[in-house]
């Protein structure tokens, strides 16, 4: 327990002195949040947005949204979601005390969402006004071979708009009441659009989030800062940089997608055919654990090497699963990243391997 106070804390305490990057948290629930923070992390680095939909009540409402026709029909179901989200963006931030918080928007493909139940697809065609075989229909047309790089991430947000403005609805509104309630903090909400390969796909959305957020920020008459990035997680986006950089605030190392979009091997289903590389010494470790600094790495840096003289602001994180382990985080710590973001109870992991990188840096 790195909170207690005593040799592990003191530890802990004398890691910070020397390390220069900061350790987020990933957390996307308060309790996540709160442990993180209490075990030393300084903002949230990931917020995976797509678990708050399947709280109690919102559920249903969002999966009207899926299954509307119509824009109006999308946009009523999600005025529903809306007081959901908010209130969730409002724990987070309370959690962080003013720290930097990352929410990252909806990223998964819309049919993990739908209904398989018959009793819930008959709840839903009632609630439609539609008939089962309708709504049956449109789950059918939400099938994709390959989901992973299909209708996910940023893809949504272009054809789905009203779900991004309505995140940035609730990002800001909660910001704006947080911010009202502790004067003293400084609320930092971050948006991060994910599986960006392409820069007009981020211009495309970000456009409508800025809109969106701006109009929000006048008519409380506010004076909040947000900032708008992008995860790099698409070898593209890695090799179109210097683009992209000039319409982001930041870069977020996404290296589960990246380790498994640069391999070609599924996230999900490596584990099946790597045991047989480590026996056949092909392979000593597992690319989705240990960055692969040889493939994946060069194209980190080859993202903040093009990235950051078209934006000299640019920060710059990780917050794939790498961000938890040593030999990552001393990567990223060579690379110049600002900050590592790791499951909660990693981040003191990474706090000491921040500051043992750091050191080893100095001494070389
Ligand atoms: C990633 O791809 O590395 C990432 C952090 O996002 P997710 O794991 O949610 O795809
Ligand atoms: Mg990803």
Request: net charge negative.
């Amino acid at each position: 327990d790195a909170t207690i106070a005593g040799e592990f804390g003191r530890i802990m305490d004398w890691a910070d002195k020397y390390r220069t990057m900061k350790v987020r948290t990933n957390a996307d629930t308060p309790e996540d949040a709160r442990k993180a923070a209490e075990l030393g992390a300084e903002g949230i680095g990931l917020c995976r947005t797509e678990h708050m939909f399947f709280g109690e009540g919102r559920i249903d409402a969002f999966r009207e949204m899926i299954c509307a026709e119509t824009e109006e029909e999308r946009e009523k179901a999600l005025e529903k979601v809306l007081p959901y989200q908010q209130g969730d963006f409002e724990k987070l931030y309370e959690a962080l005390e003013g720290h930097p918080v990352t929410i990252r928007f909806l990223d998964p493909p819309l049919h993990e969402f739908v209904p398989t139940e018959e009793e819930d697809i008959k709840k839903l065609a009632e609630a439609q006004g539609k008939s089962v075989e309708k709504i049956k229909e449109i789950i059918d047309s939400l099938h994709e071979f390959n989901p992973m790089m299909g209708h996910r991430g940023c893809r949504l947000a272009v054809t789905y708009p009203e779900i991004a403005k309505m995140q940035t609805k609730a990002v800001i509104r909660a910001a704006i009441n947080v911010q009202k309630a502790h004067p003293g903090w400084k609320v930092q909400p971050e948006i991060m659009i994910p599986l960006v390969g392409d820069v007009k796909e981020l211009k495309y959305v970000k456009k409508f989030v800025v809109e969106t957020a701006d109009a929000e920020i006048a008519a409380a008459g506010s004076d909040l800062e947000y900032e708008v990035g992008t995860m790099i997680e698409i070898p593209r986006a890695a090799l179109t940089a210097d683009e992209i950089a000039a319409e982001a605030d930041f870069f977020c190392f996404g290296t589960n997608d990246l380790t498994q979009m640069t391999y070609g091997f599924s996230r999900d289903d490596a584990g099946k055919f790597l045991d047989a590389y480590y026996d056949a010494k092909i392979f000593e470790n597992d690319p989705f654990a240990k960055l692969d600094q040889d493939g994946v790495g060069k194209l980190m840096k080859m993202a903040i090497d093009l990235g950051k003289p078209v934006n000299p602001k640019l920060h710059v994180g990780i917050c794939g699963e790498h961000g938890g382990d040593p030999s990552s985080v001393e990567f990223c710590n060579k690379l110049g990243l600002d900050y590592v973001s790791c499951s909660p109870f990693r981040v003191p992991i990474a706090r000491l391997a921040a500051a043992q990188a750091a050191i080893a840096q100095k001494k070389n």
